[in-house]
């Protein structure tokens, strides 16, 4: 499996932007699609973004669309999100996710896991 390491959260205004990176170790990179899930206090972990392995194919959560932007380097094995126009509904700890077998949206297809990175936007 992937190691994965999230950076970048913090406390930012809302209206403001961050950028998160999530780095991986351990094996080929480009062998995993990769996604960024939430998680707010008392909520369910959601989607946020997920991108393939080439980075060609690239999915968002239709409320985030236009606002948060994801990618990724091969050859650094990192993957990133952009979030732009935050809203202190966006709070929450993002992980980044990876896995080899396909591409989706739940929780469940994703068999490695980040610890998280808070993100916490105020009003």
């Known amino acids: 499996q992937v190691q994965l390491v999230e950076s970048g959260g913090g406390l930012v205004q809302a209206g403001g932007s961050l950028r998160l990176t999530c780095v991986a170790s351990g094996r080929a990179f480009s062998d995993y699609g990769m996604a960024w899930f939430r998680q707010a206090p008392g909520k369910e972990r959601e989607f946020v973004a997920a991108i393939s392995t080439s980075g060609t194919v690239k999915k968002y959560a239709d409320s985030l669309k236009g606002r948060f932007t994801i990618s990724r380097d091969n050859a650094k094995s990192t993957m990133s999100l952009q979030m732009n126009s935050l809203k202190p509904e966006d709070t929450a700890v993002y992980y980044c996710?990876?896995?080899?077998?396909?591409?989706?949206?739940?929780?469940?297809?994703?068999?490695?896991w980040g610890q998280g990175t808070q993100v916490t936007v105020s009003s």
């Open positions: 996710a990876a896995d080899r077998r396909r591409l989706g949206r739940t929780p469940g297809d994703f068999g490695s």
